[in-house]
């Protein structure tokens, strides 16, 4: 079993920064992908970013490309999300999942276990 708990969310204006943190305990040995998704009211779950625990590839939604930097430390077995440039369109929560398959996906299906998520408001 692997959890995951959250935190960093918070009220920010238009143009703000946030990074969020993600901590992994248990069975960490067994993660081959990291991720980041985000839930707005009434919409979808959607994918954010991705980083593979090994060597540290990431992969993003294009909506996020050039404002989000997905980041890990294996040390503290923790991954990070930094977001610059917030639109109110940002605003969600937002989720971080871990992935034991060694094949990269953006499908929340396919991540096995899940955080309790942490609101992130962005006012304009």
């Known amino acids: 079993q692997v959890q995951l708990v959250e935190s960093g969310g918070g009220l920010v204006q238009a143009g703000g920064s946030l990074r969020l943190s993600c901590a992994a305990s248990?069975?960490?040995?067994?993660?081959?992908?990291m991720g980041w998704f985000r839930q707005a009211p009434g919409k979808d779950r959607e994918f954010v970013a991705t980083?593979?625990?090994?060597?540290?590839?990431?992969y993003y939604q294009d909506s996020v490309k050039g404002r989000g930097t997905i980041s890990r430390d294996n040390a503290k077995n923790t991954v990070y999300l930094q977001m610059d440039s917030l639109e109110p369109e940002d605003t969600a929560v937002y989720y971080c999942?871990?992935?034991?398959?060694?094949?990269?996906?953006?499908?929340?299906?396919?991540?096995?276990?899940w955080g309790q998520g942490t609101q992130v408001t962005v006012s304009s």
């Open positions: 999942a871990a992935r034991i398959n060694s094949v990269r996906s953006t499908l929340p299906s396919l991540y096995g276990y």
């Open positions: 248990g069975r960490t040995s067994s993660i081959s992908f």
């Open positions: 980083i593979r625990w090994s060597d540290g590839n990431t």
